[in-house]
């Protein structure tokens, strides 16, 4: 599932909304100190119904206003309940992978808009 070079590394928390609160600025700062140097992240959201879904990014997140970030190797997944993991791949029709603006942050991006979509306090989408 993650590339060869994102395996081998330990994973480190960076942000958990529980000790850092809802607020995208505030994980945009956590994720600074990351940005240099061959980084990456793995967003996971658990809503209030207990549904668990994230994204995998080749690129760590920083604000960059209406510039997608990231390559073929991002991704989309699921933990639905009761099932087994699900994962959607780039089927390379554009390069619209990870935009990280002031308001939101957004993963994928086709004619129905983007996979995932988290607003400025990280509780809607």
């Known amino acids: 599932m ?8 330990n994973p ?5 909304s529980n000790n850092d609160g809802f607020s995208l600025s505030t994980l945009y700062s956590k994720c600074h100190p990351y940005r240099n140097g061959h980084s990456f ?14 994204f995998y990014a080749d690129k760590m997140l920083k604000k960059m206003p ?4 990231g390559t073929s190797d991002c991704f989309v997944f699921a ?3 009761k ?13 619209r992978y990870l935009l990280c603006q002031l308001e939101y942050i957004s993963m994928g991006g086709a004619g129905n808009g983007p996979a995932i979509y988290l607003d400025e ?4 989408g």
């Open 66 to 69: 209406y510039t997608y970030q």
């Open 79 to 81: 933990f639905p309940q």
């Open 83 to 95: 099932q087994e993991s699900k994962v959607w791949y780039t089927n390379n029709t554009n390069s």
């Open 121 to 124: 306090s990280l509780q809607k």
């Open 12 to 16: 480190e928390l960076i942000y958990n």
């Open 41 to 54: 992240v793995i967003c996971i959201v658990k809503t209030m119904k207990d549904q668990i879904f994230g």
């Open 2 to 9: 993650l590339p060869e070079y994102a395996s081998i590394r």
